[in-house]
């Protein structure tokens, strides 16, 4: 059986036949996003079988973040399908021109990797890891616990992710179910804001400012009855923005309110920043601020993206059963990874990295300023720029041979702008990209607009 939506014949009979009959239509492009999907009954008369069936073909498919659903509304393919996530529409970067796009660290200010591969590989050949050992390296721990113990956070159990998109999506599956709400900052990540829906989870935006989520939005969030907030502590992407004392005060105010809120800090600029962290999970005394909560750290920024490591700790419940989940999935992370991200952290002298980034910063900020460009850059590894228009702004700095990023890609209903990452450029590169900014901004009457 099949029902004709404009040109396209759905088809199937049981729930989950028609659920990969519609999700096929949206991947190819068939079914456009916002197109309306025809009501539970019509549907099921026209297929031949029970509203049920369409009903639970229809959940699987908001489960997925395919459709969303809005009552008696109906249903809809949703405007961003998690089957086209932000970066399938990264536009190429053609030869000659200077990618600021890719939120990549200075390969130069990267370790180099070998003495501590090799290490890792003599310590496997004398203790190689074998089924039914630990699942975190102790050293890796020990690390971790002292990290986390000198920014303020309680003593809880540690674990290990392949980065935090990983360790995100472990902790939202431990904690969540599909349709809960979530608060996110906005702009923010767009790796999270397309992994909610892939989850079934909903996205709550909440603005942002250089000192970072906007307590007013947080508090309408948490009004909203969202069952969870992800903060980014430092070197937000793609604002730069980082949670200043006052801020943090503010927000653990909120959150002490409502126990009940998953808190998930994501410091994935550990390592690069030289601003310090103020934790929302505690207060200065070390008390929880919530029931369930997880702060986690990543590698990747600071020792290179390849090491898929990410350590996290968290409430005692949300990390069994995170740690639970894990045996009965992967397993483990792989101790050569463990190994060599604890044989270089441990060694690890992050002041130089975060000083060079923060002067490259600091010097394309001043630029911009003096042109009359107002930017944002606080901490990590880029800059963000409110423009009027971002596909011209976009389209006019590739003109110029300079790639950045689109706004769209870290948007919810935030305005536009656009990202610049700072880490493939030198401090005499900044006026000359700063120029060409102010003019691709610069109205035919000569003022900069958009700032």
């Known amino acids: 059986m099949f029902f004709v939506l404009g040109d396209y014949r759905i088809t199937g009979r049981r729930a989950t036949e028609i659920a990969a009959d519609i999700e096929h239509a949206v991947s190819s492009g068939i079914l456009e996003p916002g197109t309306a999907l025809p009501p539970l009954r019509d549907l099921a008369g026209e297929l031949g079988v029970n509203p049920n069936t369409v009903a639970a073909a229809y959940r699987l498919l908001r489960d997925r973040g395919v459709i969303e659903t809005a009552g008696r509304r109906g249903s809809r393919i949703r405007s961003r399908p998690s089957l086209t996530p932000r970066d399938a529409f990264r536009p190429a970067v053609p030869a000659g021109t200077r990618n600021l796009a890719d939120g990549n660290p200075d390969t130069a200010l990267l370790p180099d990797l070998e003495a501590a591969v090799r290490a890792a590989a003599l310590e496997h050949r ?71 829906p892939a989850l079934g989870l909903k996205a709550v935006p909440v603005a942002v400012d250089d000192r970072g989520p906007v307590v007013a939005d947080v508090a309408r969030a948490l009004d909203e009855g969202v069952r969870a907030l992800v903060v980014t502590d430092r070197a937000h992407n793609p604002t730069g923005a980082a949670i200043g004392a006052e801020r943090a005060a503010a927000l653990r105010a909120l959150l002490t309110e409502r126990p009940g809120v998953l808190l998930v800090e994501d410091d994935h600029g550990h390592g690069i920043v030289d601003l310090p962290f103020h934790p929302l999970c505690a207060g200065p005394d070390g008390t929880p601020t919530t029931a369930a909560w997880a702060v986690l750290r990543s590698a990747a920024k600071s020792l290179g993206p390849d090491l898929r490591v990410a350590v996290f700790t968290g409430d005692p419940e949300t990390m069994d059963r995170v740690r639970g989940r894990q045996r009965l999935g992967a397993g483990w992370v792989s101790h050569l990874l463990q190994r060599t991200v604890a044989g270089l952290w441990a060694v690890e002298d992050s002041a130089p990295a975060a000083a060079s980034y923060r002067v490259r910063r600091d010097a394309l900020l001043s630029a911009l300023a003096e042109r009359g460009v107002a930017a944002h850059g606080r901490s990590g590894l880029n800059i963000w720029i409110p423009v009027p228009d971002e596909t011209a702004a976009f389209a006019g700095l590739l003109q110029r041979g300079w790639a950045v990023a689109p706004g769209a890609r870290f948007r919810l209903a935030s305005p536009p702008g656009v990202r610049l990452t700072v880490s493939p450029l030198t401090v005499d590169e900044m006026p000359g990209l700063a120029e060409d900014v102010a003019a691709v901004l610069r109205g035919s009457d000569g003022d900069v607009r958009g700032v």
């Open 126 to 196: 004398g203790d190689p890891v074998m089924y039914g050992g630990p699942s975190l390296d102790p050293r890796l721990r020990g690390l971790a616990e002292s990290s986390f113990a000198a920014d303020g956070i309680p003593a809880a159990p540690v674990g290990v992710a392949s980065g935090s998109l990983d360790a995100l999506e472990r902790i939202f599956l431990a904690r969540l179910r599909p349709g809960d709400a979530v608060a996110v900052e906005d702009p923010g990540w767009g790796s999270l804001l397309d992994l909610l």
